[in-house]
């Protein structure tokens, strides 16, 4: 990731384009918390239907009749050990998760009045104070001598391990960043959990004991997979998806100002001063996605003034959620779409403008009628997708398909003794949910496989 702020020539990429106390108040929390009483209210619309289809719509299966009836009651850690015994990051999934094409979807009010009951702002209502107070509610199972190597502390890697915690076997994680917590603590915009709240559910989730994390210890590097299957009883690999996709264009490399989203939203997770962080006046986003979104509306928040996401196909194709991409357009982003590029020009070793052609699809390719046309921009961002890394597995004899690990019904990998789940996998949703069901269902598998009790 190349920024050269204040570049020469016509460029225009500057920190400091708004004072602190205008980006303070743009990166407050994007919902903020019920009070006792607006939850109290909120909770008593639901339905509390039998077979809800809230409940269905879950990833993790969280009994929603029961928790917000649990809320209604002023019972508010029954309603948090009951989100925790589905989903042990149900606050942070309060926070990320696509609520509004997930359980709030089938919720009986969205498909009767249009408004359904808000569970993702109950559930944070909810598990909030129990997190704060930073110990888990669940005891460390009786030790039973096993041990298991975890890849990745991110939402899988975590989720696995607290599992196994439970059930008596200790567990060691080996994390290649700094920080636990995965893509929650260096891959969400940070308007969605602020207060350093993704390192907090983290030391939440390791108070149970029993959890070893070694940082900065990538496999492939630092580690590998034969050594871990010698040394311990099992292995989960949950280590998310190691790189990104590039566009593929000539001076992608060497012009500066063009920058890779998930590294830059990374580095503005762990900006101590927003202020001091570079943004371009004109910026371009490619991509259709959430990250795309999140690094859009954040260069809005950190004073850009044009900000343009170009997608190459219709909205009904984004995987952003229309509530997204109606933050987006709110925020003062604007959406275009079929189109692609197809040059970057620069001013210099600076990015000045990119040349987009228009596309359409054609017997469900993608095609073009010849149109181009130019948006000038000082900082463009790519968000097409990340991609698997199976280098570094060093060659084991896992299957792999499209450069993520392929797994069955209870996350077991081709390999005897490795499971594997979250964004690594095949099939996966990229959802903090999902990897979170990964890593339990990997646990209860392996919990078995070793022949101890259930969890």
Known sequence: MTIAAHPPGLADVSPGRLDEEDVKANFVDLHPPLTRHEAKVEAERCYFCFEAPCQNACPTSIDIPLFIRQVAADNRDGAARTIFDANIMGGMCARVCPTETLCEEACVREAAEGKPVTIGLLQR???????????????????TGK????VGAGPAGLACAHGLAVAGVESTIFEARPKAGGLNEYGIAAYKAIDDFAAKEAAFILSIGGIEVRHEAALGRDVKLDDLRRDYDAVF?????????KLGLPKEAELENVVDAVDYIARLRQAEDLTKLPVGRRVVVIGGGMTAIDIAVQSKKLGAENVTI?????????????????????????????????????????LSGVI???????????????????????????????RGTPETLNGAQIEVKDGRIVV???????????????????????????AVEDGKQAARSIVAALGVANI
């Open 408 to 434: 069955d019904a209870e996350r077991r990998t081709s390999l005897k003794g490795v499971w594997a789940g979250g964004d690594c996998v095949l099939g996966g949703e990229d959802l903090t949910v999902s």
């Open 237 to 245: 690999l949950g280590m998310g998806l190691g790189s990104t996709n």
């Open 310 to 350: 170009v997608y190459r196909r219709g909205v009904d194709k984004m995987k952003a959620s229309p509530f997204e991409r109606e933050l987006a357009q709110t925020s003062g982003v604007v959406i275009r779409t079929w189109a692609r590029p197809v040059s970057l020009e620069g001013h210099g070793d600076a």
């Open 147 to 150: 041990r298991v190597a975890i």
């Open 125 to 143: 209502y909810a598990t909030d104070p129990m997190i704060a107070a930073g110990k888990s509610p669940y005891s460390r199972g009786a030790p």
């Open 356 to 386: 987009f052609e228009d596309t359409r699809e054609h017997n469900g390719e993608l095609a073009s009628p010849g149109s181009v046309f130019r948006i000038e921009a000082d900082m463009l961002f790519t968000a097409i997708g990340q």
